[in-house]
């Protein structure tokens, strides 16, 4: 059975009908991950009791019982999110053999609503990345080239939904880790607006800016799974009461009448001439489906990544204080406290978790402090402005996802600027809290680009509407590397 390139809703209505059982949907996922996926390594490990699941699902439906609007649909999960009894390691050493005690709150909103749970995917560790090549467990592939980095932090979830393994997978973002792997993987990511789903269960990075998103072949399974996981948490204070929600089989196909901003500073020089040429191929195709281009100005943008990557640090070095090795995770032992704290984090976290753990911690410390944080926060309130001025006059945004497309695995892993320049054109939505979504608008040699979307505040149905009758025109999404 080839189950390659089903979507949520394919799968979901074979299911319905009887044409396709969740025992042989799911069997079929974890044999063809069985057979490829030692080429990508997208997942750590599969789930054990992923076929039991998908049986027990079968009864139900043939007994009448009322089901979720996922269930029987294999779903691929990001190391960073806890699934109770899995190992959870964040693609850390220092959390080797950590075993979760509880679910993160979108796992069990997608337990309730019949998703199968198939297993864990590789990532950069503690979602720090923009290649997927900072995971202890080894790096993850592009499937369109495997020469080729999937883009990161959420390599793993990207390319396990292009490469066919699963059809829908949940991945973090904090400065771009859904978008940016998306668009180098050719298929839908979105980026919700902040607060609008928990964060209780997601290891913490940068607790201002982390949000969980979600990885399809189409922006209708994105919102299936948007509201399959939205909503107020009480274990989570920055979770948002939600005054509606997106019902995917309501998104209208259709751009007529709307405005869509495209700012003058995402199409700056040190971007690939030729992935500006196809993202503004796909702006003119929303144009004549019916909505108003105009250009405007994002004046602080440039600031964006300078402030990004002083705020993230500040945040994370905090963050990940908690890992000492005495509470859980790995040990290695000294001869007094201070010296095994050292050992321990100096052992287990990686080259690029403890540069930003020091960077972080230098731009906190006394003297330092005003001159780089307080200064960040500030430049990240123009940033906010920016886009409040912008959607005055705008219904979204439309831009470049990645200034390039995937490069090669070891190209720039040495660089981290130039790895960090990766997130350009996605940072800004992160420090403004605002949603974006990335759609496959076409290809360069033979690698995806993407057409980023970015909206107001909880519109995400704004940002469904566009993606969709963007899709509605074109086939991008339905290319596959197979």
Known sequence: MDVSTLTIKEAGDQLASGELTAEALTK??????????????????????????????????????????????????????VVKGWETTGGSQILEGYRAPYDATAIERLRKAGAILIGRTNCDE?????????????????????????GGSSGGSAAAVAAGFVPAALGSETGGSV??????????????????????????????????????????DVATLLEAIEGRDPKDGTSAELSNTTVPALIEKSVDGMTLGVPKEYFASGMDSRVATVVQEAIAEL???????????????????????????????????????????????GENLQETYERTRGEGFGTE???????????????????????????????????????????????????????????????????YLADIYTVTANLATVPGMSVPCGFVDG???????LG????????????????????????TPN
């Not at 750590?44 to 979720?68: F, N, P, Q």
């Not at 902040?194 to 990075?205: D, I, K, N, Q, T």
Request: hydrophobic residues 35%.
């Open 353 to 419: 978790v403890k540069r930003r753990i020091m960077l972080g911690s230098y731009t906190l410390s006394a003297g330092y402090y005003d001159a780089y944080y307080r200064k960040a926060l500030k430049v990240r309130t123009l940033i906010k402005r920016d886009f409040d001025e912008a959607f005055k006059n705008v219904d979204a945004i439309v831009c470049p996802t990645s200034p390039t497309v995937a490069w090669n695995i070891g190209e720039k892993f040495n660089d981290p600027l130039a790895m």
């Open 287 to 333: 144009e004549r489906a019916g909505a108003k281009i105009q250009e405007i100005s994002m004046p602080h943008s440039e600031y964006a990544l300078a402030a990004y990557y002083i705020i993230q640090p500040a945040e994370a070095s905090s963050n990940l204080g908690r890992f000492d090795g005495l509470r859980y995770g790995y040990h290695s032992g």
């Open 179 to 220: 978008r940016q792997p998306a668009s180098l993987c050719g298929i839908v990511g979105l980026k919700p607006t902040y607060g609008r789903v928990s964060r209780y269960g997601l290891m913490a990075l940068s607790s201002s800016m982390d949000q969980i998103g979600s990885f399809a072949r189409t922006v209708e």
């Open 28 to 81: 079929s996922y974890l044999d063809r991950i069985k057979e490829q996926d030692s080429d990508i390594h997208a997942f750590l490990s599969v789930s054990d009791t992923a076929v039991s699941e998908a049986i027990e699902i079968d009864r139900r439906r043939a007994a009448g019982e009322s089901l979720g609007p996922l269930a029987g649909i294999p779903v691929g999960t990001k190391d960073v999110i």
């Open 447 to 453: 690698l995806p680009v993407g057409l980023q979307i």
């Open 126 to 150: 503690f979602a720090m990345g923009s290649s997927n090549e900072n995971s202890h467990y080894g790096p993850v592939k592009n499937p369109y080239d495997k020469t080729k980095v999937p």
């Open 456 to 479: 107001k505040p909880f519109d995400e149905y704004t940002l469904f509407r566009i993606g969709a009758t963007y899709q509605n025109r074109t086939n991008w999404h339905k290319q």
